[in-house]
C-alpha cells in the first residue's frame, strides 16, 4: 500500500505541474520546487521539505519532483519490454563528483552566476522539456479536442500555436534524449550523481529518522530487491541501504518474498542474529558508510550551498558577460533589474508557457551567455498583454515579482521610440496608424506634418513599454520600438 500511495501522489502532482505549465490550474505546486522556493527565499517550502527528509528521507524525490517521477515513467515503460528487463546491482556513491556539483552551483550562486544552477536544476529542466518540446504537439491534441466538442464543451477553445525558439528546442531535445537513456538503462544515474537537489536531500536523508532497513534475521539473500533499486543503493551482501542514494520509491519493499525490508526508526533494536551479522560487517571494507571527516566535508557543502541559496548575497562579479549595468533589456513587468531578474530566474520556463501572446520566448545571447535560456521580450514574436499578469502570478522563483492587475498596468517597462526614416507613411505614403490604434494606453497620436501627413508622437509620460506598437508595426525594420527605462 505504501508503495500505490507513493504512486498515487506523484501521478497527482505531475498532473498538476503540466496542468500548470498548460495555463489550465493555478501553478501552486511550482512554488514547492526546490531551487525556486530556495532562491525565491521560500522559508516555509525548504522548511517543510528538509523536514519531511529529516524524517522519512527523499519523497520529495519521488513525490514532488517532476523530472524524477519522469524519469520513473521512463523506467516503468523500459520494465515493460522483456528484453529490456534491467537487473540493478549495488554501485558506490559517487561522492566527489556529487559533491563537486554541488560546491560548484553553491559558488555560482555566491557569485550571482545562474547559468550552473539553471544547467543542473531538474525543475527547470523538466520546465524547458515541456514548453520547449511538448508543448507544441500538446497545443495541436487540445485544438483538435476542441474542436471535436463542438462547443458542448465550453471551457475548450483552440490555443495559438506560435514558432519555438530553435536554440531552445535543440537544448531540450537534448537533455530530453539524454535523460531518456540514462533512466532507460541505469534508472536514477542522474538523480543521484548529478543532481544538485538530490545531493543536498540526500545529506539530510543520511540522518533521517525513518528508512529503508534490511532486517537480517529474514533476509535470504535473495537479491531481488537489489536487482530492483533503480538507485543502485541496496547491498545485498552486507545488508546496507545507502539511506542518501534512496529516493523512497518502496518498490524493494513491495518485492521482498520474505519482508526483511521495511520502513523504520533508525536506532531501533536489533536481535542477536543482527548484532553479530553487523559486528562482521564493520570487519568489511566500508560500502555505505563514511568516514567521519567525509561526512562532516559534506554536510558542510549541503549546509553552505542552503545558506548562500537563501542568502542570495550580492554578486561577486557583477560584470561577468553580462550580468552588469551595462547590459540593456526590457524586463517583465514585476522584474527589479536585469542582475536581480539573472539571479532569481532558473529557466523553467513557466511564464513562457502562460504567456499569451508569446512575447516571452528562450534567450541564446540577447542579455548575455550567462543569462542563455531565460526568457526575454522579443517584440517581433508579441507584446505584454495590457490585461494580463500570468507571469508575475506563475513565477516560483521571485525573478518576476507578483503584481495585482492594476499595478502592473501601470508599472513602465520600457518607452516607445519612433523612427520616421522607417515608417511607411515616409517612405511610400501608405496611411497606416497601426502603432496608434494597438497602443493600449493611448500614449501614441497621429499628428499631422507640414507635408499634409499624419506621422506617430510618443507621449513618454504615458508609454508603458508593452510592445504593442512594435509588434504591429509592418514596416522592416519596425519603425516604433521599444528601449529599456535605463540605458
Given at each position: 500500500?505504501?508503495?500505490?500511495?507513493?504512486?498515487?501522489?506523484?501521478?497527482?502532482?505531475?498532473?498538476?505541474?503540466?496542468?500548470?505549465?498548460?495555463?489550465?490550474?493555478?501553478?501552486?505546486?511550482?512554488?514547492?520546487?526546490?531551487?525556486?522556493?530556495?532562491?525565491?527565499?521560500?522559508?516555509?517550502?525548504?522548511?517543510?521539505?528538509?523536514?519531511?527528509?529529516?524524517?522519512?528521507?527523499?519523497?520529495?524525490?519521488?513525490?514532488?519532483?517532476?523530472?524524477?517521477?519522469?524519469?520513473d515513467?521512463?523506467?516503468?515503460?523500459?520494465?515493460?519490454?522483456?528484453?529490456?528487463?534491467?537487473?540493478?546491482?549495488?554501485?558506490?556513491?559517487?561522492?566527489?563528483?556529487?559533491?563537486?556539483?554541488?560546491?560548484t552551483?553553491?559558488?555560482s550562486?555566491?557569485?550571482?552566476?545562474?547559468?550552473?544552477?539553471?544547467?543542473?536544476?531538474?525543475?527547470?529542466?523538466?520546465?524547458?522539456?515541456?514548453?520547449?518540446?511538448?508543448?507544441?504537439p500538446?497545443?495541436?491534441?487540445?485544438?483538435?479536442?476542441?474542436?471535436?466538442?463542438?462547443?458542448?464543451?465550453?471551457?475548450?477553445?483552440?490555443v495559438?500555436?506560435?514558432?519555438?525558439?530553435?536554440?531552445?528546442?535543440?537544448m531540450?531535445?537534448?537533455?530530453?534524449?539524454v535523460?531518456?537513456?540514462?533512466?532507460?538503462?541505469?534508472?536514477?544515474?542522474?538523480?543521484?550523481?548529478?543532481?544538485?537537489?538530490?545531493?543536498?536531500?540526500?545529506?539530510?536523508?543520511?540522518?533521517?529518522?525513518?528508512?529503508?532497513?534490511?532486517?537480517?534475521?529474514?533476509?535470504?539473500?535473495?537479491?531481488?530487491?537489489?536487482?530492483?533499486?533503480?538507485?543502485?543503493?541496496?547491498d545485498?551482501?552486507?545488508?546496507?541501504?545507502?539511506?542518501?542514494?534512496?529516493?523512497?520509491?518502496?518498490?524493494?519493499?513491495?518485492?521482498?518474498?520474505?519482508?526483511?525490508?521495511?520502513?523504520?526508526?533508525?536506532?531501533?533494536?536489533?536481535?542477536?542474529?543482527?548484532?553479530?551479522?553487523?559486528?562482521?560487517?564493520?570487519?568489511?571494507?566500508?560500502?555505505?558508510?563514511?568516514?567521519?571527516?567525509?561526512?562532516?566535508?559534506?554536510?558542510?557543502?549541503?549546509?553552505?550551498?542552503?545558506?548562500v541559496?537563501?542568502?542570495?548575497?550580492?554578486?561577486?562579479?557583477?560584470?561577468?558577460?553580462?550580468?552588469?549595468?551595462?547590459?540593456?533589456?526590457?524586463?517583465?513587468?514585476?522584474?527589479?533589474?536585469?542582475?536581480?531578474?539573472?539571479?532569481h530566474?532558473t529557466?523553467?520556463?513557466?511564464?513562457?508557457?502562460?504567456?499569451?501572446?508569446?512575447?516571452?520566448?528562450?534567450?541564446?545571447?540577447?542579455?548575455?551567455?550567462?543569462?542563455?535560456?531565460?526568457?526575454?521580450?522579443?517584440?517581433?514574436r508579441?507584446?505584454?498583454v495590457?490585461?494580463?499578469?500570468?507571469?508575475?502570478?506563475?513565477?516560483?522563483?521571485?525573478?518576476?515579482?507578483?503584481?495585482?492587475?492594476?499595478?502592473?498596468?501601470?508599472?513602465?517597462?520600457?518607452?516607445?521610440?519612433?523612427?520616421?526614416?522607417?515608417?511607411?507613411?515616409?517612405?511610400?505614403?501608405?496611411?497606416?496608424?497601426?502603432?496608434?490604434?494597438?497602443?493600449?494606453?493611448?500614449?501614441?497620436?497621429?499628428?499631422?506634418?507640414?507635408?499634409g501627413?499624419?506621422?506617430?508622437?510618443v507621449?513618454?509620460?504615458?508609454?508603458?513599454?508593452?510592445?504593442?506598437?512594435?509588434?504591429?508595426?509592418?514596416?522592416?525594420?519596425?519603425?516604433?520600438?521599444?528601449?529599456?527605462?535605463?540605458?
Open positions: 500500500m505504501i508503495q500505490k500511495g507513493r504512486i498515487f501522489l506523484s501521478w497527482l502532482t505531475m498532473a498538476a505541474v503540466l496542468l500548470s505549465f498548460g495555463g489550465v490550474v493555478t501553478p501552486f505546486l511550482t512554488r514547492w520546487q526546490f531551487l525556486p522556493a530556495l532562491l525565491a527565499s521560500n522559508v516555509l517550502a525548504i522548511a517543510v521539505i528538509l523536514l519531511v527528509t529529516f524524517f522519512c528521507g527523499r519523497l520529495y524525490c519521488s513525490v514532488l519532483c517532476p523530472l524524477g517521477i519522469s524519469q515513467a521512463i523506467y516503468w515503460l523500459a520494465k515493460r519490454r522483456k528484453k529490456n528487463r534491467r537487473k540493478f546491482t549495488f554501485h558506490k556513491e559517487q561522492r566527489w563528483v556529487r559533491y563537486g556539483i554541488l560546491a552551483v553553491a559558488l550562486l555566491l557569485m550571482g552566476i545562474s547559468l550552473v544552477p539553471v544547467l543542473v536544476d531538474p525543475y527547470s529542466i523538466f520546465g524547458r522539456i515541456v514548453t520547449d518540446i511538448l508543448a507544441v500538446a497545443s495541436y491534441v487540445w485544438n483538435g479536442l476542441a474542436g471535436l466538442s463542438l462547443g458542448w464543451l465550453p471551457i475548450i477553445s483552440k495559438d500555436i506560435l514558432p519555438l525558439a530553435g536554440p531552445a528546442v535543440v531540450a531535445g537534448v537533455y530530453f534524449l535523460l531518456s537513456i540514462l533512466s532507460w538503462r541505469y534508472g536514477r544515474w542522474y538523480c543521484n550523481t548529478l543532481c544538485p537537489v538530490g545531493t543536498l536531500l540526500g545529506t539530510v536523508s543520511r540522518f533521517s529518522l525513518f528508512r529503508s532497513i534490511i532486517d537480517r534475521s529474514r533476509c535470504v539473500r535473495c537479491g531481488q530487491c537489489e536487482k530492483i533499486c533503480r538507485s543502485s543503493c541496496i545485498v551482501a552486507h545488508g546496507i541501504v545507502d539511506s542518501s542514494r534512496c529516493v523512497d520509491c518502496f518498490d524493494c519493499i513491495s518485492i521482498c518474498p520474505k519482508g526483511a525490508l521495511s520502513m523504520s526508526r533508525r536506532g531501533r533494536k536489533q536481535s542477536a542474529v543482527e548484532r553479530t551479522e553487523e559486528k562482521e560487517t564493520l570487519e568489511m571494507p566500508e560500502t555505505e558508510g563514511i568516514s567521519r571527516r567525509d561526512m562532516l566535508i559534506t554536510t558542510a557543502v549541503a549546509v553552505g550551498t542552503l545558506a541559496g537563501l542568502a542570495r548575497s550580492q554578486p561577486l562579479i557583477p560584470g561577468l558577460l553580462g550580468t552588469g549595468k551595462g547590459k540593456k533589456a526590457v524586463l517583465p513587468p514585476g522584474a527589479l533589474s536585469l542582475t536581480d531578474f539573472s539571479q530566474c529557466a523553467c520556463h513557466l511564464c513562457v508557457s502562460r504567456c499569451p501572446s508569446k512575447v516571452l520566448t528562450p534567450a541564446v545571447l540577447e542579455n548575455g551567455i550567462m543569462q542563455m535560456g531565460q526568457p526575454h521580450m522579443d517584440f517581433t508579441g507584446y505584454c495590457y490585461n494580463c499578469n500570468f507571469c508575475s502570478q506563475a513565477c516560483p522563483a521571485g525573478a518576476i515579482r507578483p503584481l495585482q492587475m492594476d499595478v502592473k498596468q501601470q508599472t513602465k517597462i520600457g518607452i516607445a521610440r519612433y523612427a520616421q526614416f522607417h515608417c511607411l507613411i515616409a517612405r511610400e505614403g501608405i496611411i497606416c496608424g497601426n502603432c496608434a490604434r494597438h497602443c493600449p494606453v493611448q500614449a501614441i497620436t497621429m499628428v499631422e506634418n507640414r507635408d501627413r499624419s506621422y506617430p508622437k507621449d513618454g509620460a504615458r508609454c508603458i513599454g508593452c510592445g504593442a506598437c512594435e509588434y504591429h508595426c509592418p514596416a522592416h525594420p519596425a519603425a516604433i520600438s521599444v528601449s529599456p527605462m535605463r540605458s
